[in-house]
């Protein structure tokens, strides 16, 4: 099973900053082709969709991180990244990427395992 990586979390001072990536696990998937989408969950909360960038390049963000965050691609490494500045502690949770892509009429999609990051003095 297709599944992607994501690395790039850790413990940050609230206002600091933190640059996540998503990577294909065993190369075999072009996420420069498909819809990544950058999730979080805190504990005891429900996923949060944080951020969207489609295949055509058009950028989405939830109202929580908008003007903090921003979602890009690098096609030559095949990775998407998640740029996090101004964090505040609201926004510890574990990050999730997730890739979508449709085969045929069949629509697809792969998660990684996920980042923790944390907020906090």
């Known amino acids: 099973q297709e599944q992607l990586v994501e690395s790039g979390g850790g413990l940050v001072q609230p206002g600091g900053s933190l640059r996540l990536s998503c990577a294909a696990s065993?190369?075999?998937?072009?996420?420069?082709?498909?819809?990544m989408r950058w999730y979080r969950q805190a504990p005891g909360k429900e996923p949060e969709l944080v951020a969207i960038?489609?295949?055509?390049?058009?950028?989405n963000y939830a109202d929580s991180v908008k003007g903090r965050f921003t979602i890009s691609r690098d096609n030559a490494k095949n990775t998407v990244f998640l740029q996090m500045n101004s964090l505040k502690p609201e926004d510890t949770a574990v990050y999730f990427c997730?890739?979508?892509?449709?085969?045929?009429?069949?629509?697809?999609?792969?998660w990684g395992q996920g980042t923790q990051v944390t907020v906090s003095s």
């Open positions: 997730k890739a979508e892509w449709m085969v045929l009429a069949t629509a697809r999609s792969a």
């Open positions: 065993r190369s075999r998937l072009n996420l420069n082709a498909m819809d």
């Open positions: 960038i489609t295949s055509g390049g058009i950028r």
